[in-house]
T-cell receptor
Framework: QKEVEQDPGPLSVPEGAIVSLNCTYS??????FMWYRQYSRKGPELLMY????GNKEDGRFTAQVDKSSKYISLFIRDSQPSDSATYLC??????????????FGTGTRLTIIP | NAGVTQTPKFQVLKTGQSMTLQCAQD?????MSWYRQDPGMGLRLIHY???????DQGEVPNGYNVSRSTTEDFPLRLLSAAPSQTSVYFC??????????????FGEGSRLTVL
């Protein structure tokens, strides 16, 4: 079983819809949770970053972490064609040796239809 | 600022050939790393460095070497290319070296095909 599971999609929604992207994980040591956005033929770029459980909002994007269920979500409101990309969840913890172990999900490919 | 620059963007190799993927960053980041991205596998860490002269192995280091002689540069060497090394390679850097997760800045990737 992978430490981080993410539905690869593809997911297609009409412009203006609310998009929900999700990841589950098995390692309860994860403390830091991130969402990266990757446009086609480009490198990933950080979209949202949260620490521990709770919600964080940034414009049209909301990141949600539920540590009790080992489940994280990214919501996109009023989706735009420019949101079409692959979204990667990522999570990390600090090991006993003091270094960070960062694990990425496989990514969900999202297309917003005009 | 150019950010993280990777060269070449595309490369085709024959089995057994060696090559070096170049990575340079101009943000004075201490932490640099190499990932490979394969369908259904996500991003997997190959090697990383927390500063000049310091490197360590990641999740999938076999068949790759790295060195870090300067803060700016972190080349990845394929010693004897194999078809299993066909992938997209990303170099990434970060200000923080590990005690608190920091934003990773990625290059645009190097697409490698090994025949």
């Amino acid at each position: 079983q992978k430490e981080v599971e993410q539905d690869p999609g593809p997911l297609s929604v009409p412009e203006g819809a609310i998009v929900s992207l999700n990841c589950t994980y098995s390692n309860s040591a994860f403390q830091y949770f991130m969402w990266y956005r990757q446009y086609s033929r480009k490198g990933p770029e950080l979209l949202m970053y949260t620490y521990s459980s709770g919600n964080k909002e940034d414009g049209r994007f909301t990141a949600q972490v539920d540590k009790s269920s080992k489940y994280i979500s990214l919501f996109i409101r009023d989706s735009q064609p420019s949101d079409s990309a692959t979204y990667l969840c990522a999570m990390s913890f600090i090991s006993n040796f003091g270094n960070e172990k960062l694990t990425f999900g496989t990514g969900t490919r999202l297309t917003i239809i005009p | 600022n150019a950010g993280v620059t990777q060269t070449p963007k595309f490369q085709v190799l024959k089995t057994g050939q060696s090559m070096t993927l170049q990575c340079a960053q101009d943000m004075n980041h201490e932490y640099m790393s190499w990932y490979r991205q394969d369908p259904g596998m996500g991003l997997r860490l190959i090697h990383y460095s927390v500063g000049a002269g310091i490197t360590d192995q990641g999740e999938v280091p076999n068949g790759y070497n790295v060195s870090r002689s300067t803060t700016e540069d972190f080349p990845l060497r394929l010693l004897s290319a194999a078809p299993s090394q066909t992938s997209v390679y990303f170099c990434a850097s970060s200000y923080n070296s590990g005690l608190n997760t920091g934003e990773l800045f990625f290059g645009e990737g190097s697409r490698l095909t090994v025949l």
